[in-house]
């Protein structure tokens, strides 16, 4: 191989890392002004768990009937989302005005800016504009980078699956949203401690009800600034570092790791490959030299 072969085609492989790199900084979907959100407020769960089994009949998880929710004891157990539980209920330390136990209602959090989709090599997982973060399985590869990344340890893998084995996670009902219908959760609390709409207005009505009952909830609404801010937003009586949720702060994860990660395996261009190509234009330059067909101007 002449060196100016060598060179193009090492310079075609800087050019897709260079693309790469690009791509990278462009692939960021987020949500515009008519993004749907979810506000949670915790002061007003009762831990009945009817989400629980909203989620699972929607998402047709388990062969499990209502009764199996009924039990609130698991509450007091540190439970996480799972492959075949988008969601879970949580009791957590800090008790309501009214001296009643408090609960948090755990699922992704769908980030505007979210770490998992900038950890995806694939494009796997996509942010679309109206809110959810969706999951297309035929294109994912099992690499699992998404549970590492996401700061909130929601996505979840079908390890029980050694053939098809999934990432999986709440997908805010997207299928649903597309219809003109709430979220499966949404649709089934009784107590309306969820409530579905647009972003911006429940960030709104989390202000006004902090404002109406400052007994009641601690100044804070989680999910308006955090990573970014997120779709699904909580209210709470008691600091945050109390419930389920990470202290994080307002600048979205990827920026933290998108421009390396994705200029060196955006387009399967792998550290190894890089240095393969060095380590071969070094081989052939040795051999030319040694066979005199260097001549010293590239030819």
């Known amino acids: 191989m002449k060196r100016r072969d060598i060179l193009k085609f090492a310079g075609a492989g800087g050019a897709m890392l260079l693309a790469g790199q690009a791509a990278a900084k462009t692939n960021r979907t987020t949500t515009n002004g008519d993004a749907f959100g979810v506000l949670v407020d915790t002061t007003v769960c009762i831990g009945c768990r009817k989400c629980e089994w909203g989620c699972n009949q929607t998402n047709a998880l388990t062969t499990q009937d209502a009764k199996a929710f009924e039990d609130k004891t698991v509450c007091q157990t540190h439970r996480r989302p799972a492959a075949d539980a988008f969601t879970v209920v949580n009791a957590f330390d800090g008790r309501r005005a009214d001296g009643q136990p408090s609960y948090m209602k755990i699922q992704c959090l769908h980030c505007d800016r979210p770490a998992c989709v900038s950890a995806c090599l694939v494009g796997a997982l996509q942010k679309t504009p109206r809110g959810p973060v969706v999951y297309d399985a035929w294109k994912c ?3 699992r980078y998404c549970m590492v990344a996401c700061p909130f340890q929601i996505p979840a893998y079908e390890y029980s699956d050694p053939l098809t084995p999934r990432v999986r ?8 949203l597309a219809e003109g219908k709430r979220p499966g959760c949404v649709e089934i609390c009784p107590n309306e401690a969820l409530m579905f709409g647009k972003r ?20 804070h609404v989680y999910g308006e600034h955090e990573a970014g801010g997120t779709s699904w937003m909580y209210l709470a ?22 421009t390396i990660q994705h200029g060196v395996f955006k387009w399967f261009i792998p550290p190894v490959l890089l240095y393969g190509l060095l380590g071969l234009s070094m081989v052939s330059l040795k051999s030319d030299e040694r066979d005199g067909k260097g001549d010293g101007h590239g030819a």
Do not use: H, N
């Open 141 to 143: 590869m099992g690499c």
């Open 237 to 258: 009586p008691v600091d945050f570092v109390k419930t389920e949720l990470p202290a994080l702060g307002s600048k979205p994860m990827p920026e933290y790791t998108e």
């Open 169 to 176: 996670k709440c997908t805010f009902c997207a299928d649903r």
């Open 200 to 219: 911006s207005e429940l960030v709104s009505l989390a202000y006004t009800r902090i404002r109406q009952f400052p007994d009641r909830y601690v100044d």
